[in-house]
C-alpha cells in the first residue's frame, strides 16, 4: 500500500532555467522559438520543471527593428559567450541554467544538456507577484545563495509578429515567454533573502509572467529559479 | 508539436561553426580579387543582395585617400553567395606611387547564416600590397 501510495505521488520537478537568445530578423530561428514554446507547453521532462525565456537580440535589427530586442539582452548573451568560453554570439542560442549552451533548435541537445543542469541540486525559491496600481510588486525568497545576484525578468507570455522585411518576410512569428524587461534586484546576503520590490510595468497588457532567478556573477549558472505567471 | 517530437533527432551538428568563411586577397592589375571560401551549409549575403534583411557583404579599402574601389561583382549570381566563391572588385590609384609597394587593407563586413545558426555582423580585414605599375586615374 504504501508504495502504492508513493508510486502515485507526482515527482518533484527541479527547476531549470532555459533562455532562448532570438532575433526576429534571424533565418534560422522560427524553429528554436517553436521548440522553446512546446518545452513551455508541454514540459517533457518528467523531473524538471522547464522555465523558458526568449530573449531577443539586436544584431539582427538590419532591415526592420525587433520590438522585442534590447542592447541590454544582447550585452547579456555576450557575458554568457565570455562566461563560457565561446568564440562569439549567434543565434538562436539556447542556454541551459547559464552552464549550457547549444543551437537553439538542436532538441535532441538540449534534452542531453537539461538531463546534465538537473545533476545539480537547486534550493527552493519562492515567487509571489501581483499588479498594483500600474506596478508589479514582486516578492523572492530563498535560503542561502550568499553573494549570488537576484534577477527578474518581466516575460509576455505569448506574442506574435507578422514580419514584412528580412528572412522571416511574410511569416507570422510565435513567441514564448518574451522577456520585456530584466532587473537586478539585489545581492543574496547572510541566511535568506527575503526581497519586495515594485517594478515597473512594460509596454503588454496583461499576459505576462515574472521569473526570479539567481545567477553566480563569476561562472554565469543558475543557482535558484521560480515563476508567477499572471 | 507532438511530445515525442520535441527532442526528436535531427542532423544538427553539436558544435555550431562560429566563423564559417575564410577569405583572402590577391591583386591584379585593375582588380582586387576577393576569394571567400564558405563552410558547407553556409551562405553569405551577396554584395549585390537587393532586398531587405542581413547586411549584404560590404567592401571598403581604408586608405580611401589612395585607392578608389568601383563595384564589385560575385563570380555567383543571386542574394547568397555559397562554398568557394570569388568577388572581383575593380580599382583605381587616385595618385601615383613612389618607388615602393603601397600596403593597402581591405575591411569586408557581412553577415551569413546556415539553416541553424545565424552570424551577428562581423568584419575581416586583409591586406595587400599595390606596386609602382598599377594604374593610375
Partial sequence: MLGLCLCSQAQPRTPILVELFTAEGCGACPPADELITAIDQIQPIPTANLIVLSEHVTYWDTSSRDR???TA???RQLGYAKLLKIEGVYTP????????????????????????????????MEITANRINGKIKTNVSFFGLSGATVLVAIAENLAETKVSKGENAGKTLKHTAVVRALHTIGTAEGLRFDTTVDLPMPPIVD?????????????GRILAVAQSKL | MRLSLIFAATLY????????????????????????????????????KSTPGPIPLQIRVLEAAWVKLGKPVATQTGDTLTGETEIAIPYRLRRKLGPDPLTIHIEVRYQSCSDQICLPPTTRTLEAKLLPANPVL
Fill in chain 1, 68 to 70: 522585442f530586442a534590447s
Fill in chain 1, 73 to 75: 539582452l544582447t550585452n
Fill in chain 1, 93 to 124: 542560442q539556447l542556454i541551459i541554467d547559464g552552464q549550457y549552451e547549444c543551437t537553439g533548435g538542436n532538441g535532441p541537445e538540449a534534452k542531453r544538456l537539461i538531463l546534465e543542469a538537473l545533476k545539480q541540486p537547486k534550493p527552493q
Fill in chain 1, 207 to 219: 499576459n505576462f509572467r515574472v521569473v526570479a532567478f539567481v545567477q553566480d556573477s563569476k561562472t
Fill in chain 2, 13 to 48: 551538428a553539436f558544435a555550431p561553426n562560429l566563423n564559417p568563411i575564410a577569405w583572402s586577397l590577391r591583386v591584379e592589375p585593375t582588380h582586387f580579387k576577393l576569394h571567400a571560401s564558405i563552410a558547407q551549409d553556409y551562405k553569405l549575403f551577396s554584395p549585390t
